[in-house]
């Protein structure tokens, strides 16, 4: 007669005899299940690779080559790289690693056998069947590994840095749309598995990988930890650094002898986009005071239009033979306007690059966004002088850089600045009494007033953005 074995106890003993199940598509199936303790003769601690060898002997990934090494500086070939990303495919899938091309190991050679399976797997096509024995490009190897894992076990931890590091032009410079598996490049260092060979991460994609280099990409894909972030400076592709106060206006032709008003712009635009405070002008005709004082007056005006140029005084020296030379300064200033001219496009260009670094203006703005953002920080840091006189710093925009301090001018100066240095096309309106903003956004055209903006005890954005009529209401021109 059999004994019956009590249910509970049955369950124990299934329990105790029954192997655990590996996790079907799971990152938890990578584990090192082994300890790396010098098994291969060509590995030293002092090795590039070390740590990213050692791990794909601890995964389970590689046992070596059959002479004891690894073969750190040997190329790979195409099938080494299929073998690599079978078995990676195959643990995430199954939890062991040469469960997935079992099933294949009547195709050929081993190498074939991973291929047919990840064929299978929708991995890759056809496009590497003739290639196993041939030796890998970095590109290949970009191909073969960006498919290889889902997007939950390879997350693009680098996606927006990449975007915008690629978009410049100025970084993984040798990849491009004419590169072979261009995108499956670029998924490898929006996922962390490769940063590139140098400061500005360039890939070498048609050069041979060897065995050292394709370790460090395949235990990235199945060790988190090691995934990496590109330690790429980008500070500057957003930065205004370099910009000068003269390159913000744009050049115009010298007119040797202006007569109207646009003329007289062209000439003292000329003389701005030179860097110069000097204009130098020569009329044919005899001319007298009285002429040479309504030029000078002309100019002054239209100086104030670039008033960020921080110039708001004229002098003039003329001859009755037609020279008239008209000398560009600010009140105040005397000798030391070049220095607060440098200071302000100095302290205006560490303004712009930290709202562009703090996250405040992105690429994504647009124009009318971005001008929002200028106006608010101007109302922020800056006070009206209401014991400013007319010979007073705060009619220029270094007042306000410099001490936070300016009246309307000062403003509409800083104001103007710092959306010509976003690419902004703007200028300035005024009266007998008051000058603010003329800003083209978006391709429309708006009136912005932030020394009214900031004139309670609260930012108003009813001076922001005002339609020509609108304007007109609240000052007229």
Same mark, same amino acid.
């Given at each position: 007669m059999k004994k019956r074995i009590p249910a509970l106890l049955l369950a124990f003993c299934l329990l105790l005899t029954t192997p655990a199940l590996a996790v079907s598509d799971s990152t938890s199936n990578f584990t090192r299940a082994k300890t790396?303790?010098?098994?291969f003769s060509d590995l030293t601690t002092?090795?590039?690779?070390?740590?990213?060898?050692?791990?794909?002997? #601890?995964?389970?990934?590689?046992?070596?080559?059959?002479?004891?090494?690894?073969?750190?500086?040997?190329?790979m070939t195409v099938g080494q790289v299929v073998i690599f990303a079978g078995r990676i495919r195959s643990l995430y899938?199954?939890?062991?690693? #040469?469960?997935?091309?079992?099933?294949?190991?009547?195709?050929?050679?081993?190498?074939?056998?991973?291929?047919?399976?990840?064929? =299978?797997?929708?991995?890759?096509?056809?496009e590497l069947d003739d290639r196993l024995t041939s030796s890998a490009t970095r590109a290949q190897v970009a191909h073969v590994l960006a498919n290889t894992l889902p997007e939950e076990a390879l997350p693009a931890i680098n996606s927006d840095l990449v975007t915008q590091a690629y978009a410049s032009r100025k970084f993984i410079t040798d990849v491009t749309e004419y590169t072979d598996y261009q995108q499956d490049i670029l998924k490898l260092y929006r996922c962390g598995v490769c940063v590139g060979s140098d400061a500005t991460g360039s890939f070498l994609p048609d050069q041979p990988i060897t065995r050292g280099a394709a370790a460090a990409m395949l235990t990235r894909m199945v060790d988190a930890s090691l995934r990496l972030t590109p330690g790429w400076d980008l500070s500057w592709l957003y930065s205004a650094r370099g910009t000068t106060l003269a390159s913000l206006v744009e050049p115009a032709a010298y007119i040797a002898a202006p007569y109207?008003?646009?003329e007289i712009d062209s000439a003292v635009r000329y003389m701005l986009s030179a860097g110069s405070s000097t204009?130098?002008?020569?009329?044919?005709?005899?001319?007298?005071? =009285?002429?040479?004082?309504?030029?000078?007056?002309?100019?002054?005006?239209?100086v104030k239009t670039y008033c #960020?140029? %921080?110039?708001?005084?004229?002098? %003039?020296?003329?001859?009755?033979?037609?020279?008239?030379?008209?000398?560009?300064?600010?009140?105040?200033?005397?000798?030391?306007l070049e220095e607060y001219r440098q200071e302000t496009i100095s302290s205006a260009i560490a303004v712009h690059d930290q709202l562009w670094a703090d996250g405040a203006i992105t690429d994504a703005m647009t124009e009318l966004e971005k001008a929002r953002v200028y106006y608010t920080w101007v109302c922020e840091n800056a006070a009206y002088d209401y014991s400013a006189d007319g010979l007073s710093l705060s009619h220029i925009p270094y007042s306000l850089f410099h001490s936070g301090t300016a009246v309307c001018d000062g403003y509409t100066g800083a104001y103007n600045l710092l959306l010509k240095l976003e690419g902004i096309q703007c200028s300035t309106l005024s009266n007998s #009494?008051?000058?603010?903003t003329l800003a083209v956004l978006?391709?429309?055209?708006?009136?912005?007033?932030?020394?009214?903006?900031?004139?309670?005890?609260?930012?108003?954005?009813?001076?922001?953005?005002?339609?020509?009529?609108k304007s007109w209401s609240y000052h007229s021109w």
């Open positions: 790396y303790s010098g098994q002092d090795s590039v690779f070390y740590d990213n060898v050692a791990a794909l002997y #601890e995964y389970g990934l590689s046992v070596g080559k059959p002479d004891g090494t690894y073969g750190l500086k040997d190329s899938r199954t939890g062991d690693a #040469e469960a997935g091309a079992a099933a294949y190991s009547g195709s050929g050679s081993t190498a074939r056998a991973y291929l047919r399976y990840l064929q =299978a797997e929708g991995v890759v096509g056809t109207t008003n646009d204009l130098s002008l020569q009329y044919t005709a005899p001319i007298n005071a =009285a002429f040479a004082r309504d030029i000078m007056q002309r100019a002054l005006s239209a #960020e140029q %921080c110039y708001n005084t004229v002098s %003039c020296t003329y001859t009755v033979s037609g020279s008239v030379v008209l000398t560009f300064s600010a009140a105040s200033a005397g000798d030391r #009494e008051h000058i603010w978006d391709g429309k055209q708006y009136h912005i007033d932030t020394t009214w903006g900031d004139s309670g005890s609260a930012i108003s954005y009813d001076y922001f953005a005002m339609s020509p009529n």
